[in-house]
């Protein structure tokens, strides 16, 4: 096991991005609430109940579609966008049945789309990036990332010559241009000489990143989501994301920690299936967190010391609730409920973890 020079990117020897990998079977989220739903019915039927609108909504692929153009990646079939509340519609400003809105976006291969729907109430504008990546493209760039990887080092310089390798790839230039921003957010994060992006624009280049990737059914773009949805704290779309193995572990204990559930050391029994990929993507300091929240309670308790010493770092922003409910943990098992229930009172106030707070704070035990 070695390491990426700089940004301290775990490497172990890639095999492949999986061959046999089988997309996951996909979820439903609300952007108004927490909820989750197995079918985009189920969502529909949410949001009409739960969410009432007067705007005209366009879905696609069960996002829900707002005022920041959505780039589409895929081969999209007319079921893939739906219409809700629409009487009216004009595609790039054709006026269009709304009945045929979906079999006329799904015929489009490479455009700009701007798309009006209306009704007697409300007017809503969405724009779509439609640019289809062809698979023999996709693959170019991954084997292309291999050799990047290959490299043991991740520098300006590097992820340069990954750009300049992956240009003849042209249908997937979206897809080689996010997995560049989150590797220069991860040099910005671990404040890389070679780069002369600050600290705090990893957190832009993650963003544009996740945004960019969101359509790409891939396992390198789904495993760069889960990282940066477990950065950002946003641990059931990190468990969705990632394949099995320690993200998504790590992911679904706090989800789980956060709902009030007891803290449960994971089975080693658990502990296989590990992702080369996901070993090779992980920068230094959220490896460090996915490896304590591993750990029996035993090996836990003997990490107090070096946990204390990351979270007094100031330049930690999402990090910290992390490593705040591990340290909580962390001294609840070593018995020391003093400095357990003194962690976990910092978090009361943080709507998030108010409900796990409470409870470490009452039970006495994080257990």
């Given amino acids: 096991m070695g390491f990426w020079h700089t940004g301290y990117i775990e490497f172990h020897e890639p095999t492949g991005l999986g061959v046999t990998y089988v997309p996951e079977k996909p979820v439903y989220a609300c952007k108004h609430c927490e909820q989750r739903f197995d079918t985009m019915d189920a969502l529909r039927r949410h949001r009409f109940e739960a969410h009432p609108s007067r705007r005209p909504e366009l879905f696609v692929r069960g996002i829900e579609l ?3 153009p959505f780039r589409l990646s895929r081969t999209a ?4 966008f739906v219409l809700e509340r629409c009487t009216d519609a004009f595609v790039n400003d054709q006026r269009v049945p709304p ?3 979906p079999a006329r ?3 489009i291969n490479r455009d700009k789309v701007r798309v009006e729907l209306i009704n007697e109430g409300a007017r809503s504008v969405f724009e779509l990036d439609i640019s289809i990546a062809q698979e023999r493209d996709l693959k170019g760039v991954e084997a292309c990332f291999l050799e990047l990887a290959k490299k043991k080092e991740l520098t300006a310089k590097t992820v340069e010559s990954f750009i ?3 240009k003849p790839y042209t249908t997937a230039e979206a897809y080689y241009d996010s997995i560049c921003q989150y590797l220069y957010g991860v040099m910005a994060k671990e404040k890389d000489a070679s780069t002369s992006l600050p600290y705090e624009a990893y957190v832009d280049r993650f ?5 960019a990737l969101q359509d790409y059914d891939r396992r390198l773009g789904r495993l760069v989501q889960a990282l940066i949805a477990f950065h950002f704290n946003h641990f059931a779309d990190a468990a969705d994301f990632a394949p099995p193995g320690r993200l998504q572990r790590a992911s679904k204990q706090f989800a789980a920690a956060l709902k009030s559930a007891s803290w449960k050391a994971i089975d080693r029994a658990e502990q296989h299936n590990d992702s080369v990929l996901e070993d090779l993507l992980t920068d230094f300091e959220t490896l460090r967190i996915l490896r304590w929240v591993e750990m029996p309670a035993n090996e836990l308790a003997g990490e107090i010391e070096n946990i204390s010493a990351l979270i007094k770092r100031d330049e930690l922003e999402y990090d910290r609730l992390k490593l705040t409910i591990l340290l909580a943990e962390a001294a609840a098992a070593a018995g020391d409920m003093t400095l357990a229930k003194k962690t976990a009172r910092s978090l009361i106030n943080v709507p998030v973890a108010a409900r796990w707070a409470e409870r470490l704070s009452a039970a006495g035990l994080g257990k």
């Avoid at 079939?77 to 893939?80: E, I, L, Q």
């Avoid at 963003?207 to 945004?211: G, H, K, P, V």
């Fill in 66 to 68: 707002g005022t920041t």
């Fill in 77 to 80: 079939s007319p079921s893939d």
């Fill in 99 to 101: 009945k045929d809105v």
């Fill in 105 to 107: 976006l799904a015929s």
């Fill in 164 to 166: 300049e390798k992956c």
């Fill in 207 to 211: 963003n544009q990143a996740a945004s």
